[in-house]
C-alpha cells in the first residue's frame, strides 16, 4: 500500500522529500517519539502514548511445518508447542512480541533454535525440516500452496495482529500530510467494509 501512495504524493508536490525506514516495532516507536519520523506504521496491540491511531487491518500468525516433520494438520497446546524446534523472528518484532505475550499468558516462554530478522530465513528453515516456524499467513501462502509447509493447530488459540498508522496528537498537518492521512483514513473505511462483508460461518 505504502509505496503506490507516496508515489501519488511525490506526484502532487513534486518538491517534497519523502524518506523510510523499514524497522522492528519497538525501534519504529522510538524513532516516532523522538520525532525523527512523522508517522509510523505499527503492528500488533496499540502501544501507548499521545498518538493519533488509523486501523488499516489485521493478519492472522500461522505456525507451520514440514510435511516430513510429521505434525501436519495437528492440533498442538501451546505447552506442547515449546517443546519443539522452533524458528522466531527476533525479540521486538511485532510477530514474536504476539507470540512471547500468548505464552506469557499461558505462563509459558519460546526458547527459539533459530532467531532472525528474515521471514524468508525461517521459510526456508521450516520447509528444510528444522522446526516451526510462526510467520503471518501471507507470507506463508507460496509455500502452503506448494505443499514445502504445511499448518500446525494451535488448540483454543488464535494468534493476529492488527496493522495501525500512528502520528503524534500535536504534530502539525500540512497540506501533503493531511492528503496522506485522508489516504489512509479510506483505505481503513475500505478494509472495514471488507471486513464487515465477510460471511459468518
Known amino acids: 500500500m505504502l509505496p503506490e501512495m507516496l508515489r501519488e504524493l511525490r506526484t502532487s508536490f513534486p518538491q517534497i ?31 501507548k502514548g499521545n498518538f493519533h491511531k488509523i486501523f488499516l487491518g489485521r493478519y492472522t500468525l500461522c505456525a507451520v511445518c514440514a510435511p516430513g516433520f510429521g505434525l501436519s494438520g495437528q492440533t498442538l497446546t501451546l505447552d506442547q508447542l515449546c517443546g519443539y524446534p522452533l524458528l522466531l523472528r527476533e525479540r521486538g518484532s511485532a510477530i514474536r512480541d504476539t507470540l ?24 526456508k528453515a521450516a520447509e528444510a525440516g528444522l522446526g516451526i516456524t510462526i510467520l503471518p499467513e501471507k507470507l506463508l501462502s507460496d509455500s502452503l500452496n ?17 496493522m495501525l498508522a500512528l502520528f503524534h496528537k500535536d504534530r502539525y498537518i500540512t497540506k501533503p500530510f493531511q492528503i496522506f492521512l485522508d489516504r489512509l483514513e479510506n483505505e481503513s473505511l475500505k478494509n472495514n467494509a471488507c471486513k464487515m462483508q465477510e460471511p459468518v460461518l
Open 17 to 47: 522529500e519523502l524518506s523510510v525506514r523499514v524497522a522492528s516495532a519497538n525501534a519504529a516507536i522510538d524513532i516516532l517519539q523522538r520525532g525523527n519520523a512523522d508517522i509510523a506504521f505499527w503492528e500488533g496491540a496499540a502501544p
Open 100 to 123: 512471547d505475550n500468548t505464552l506469557a499468558l499461558a505462563n509459558l516462554k519460546a526458547e527459539p533454535a533459530w532467531e532472525s530478522v528474515n521471514s524468508f530465513a525461517l521459510i
Open 146 to 162: 506448494s505443499e514445502k509447509l504445511c499448518l500446525i493447530h494451535l488448540d483454543k488459540v488464535k494468534l493476529e495482529n492488527q
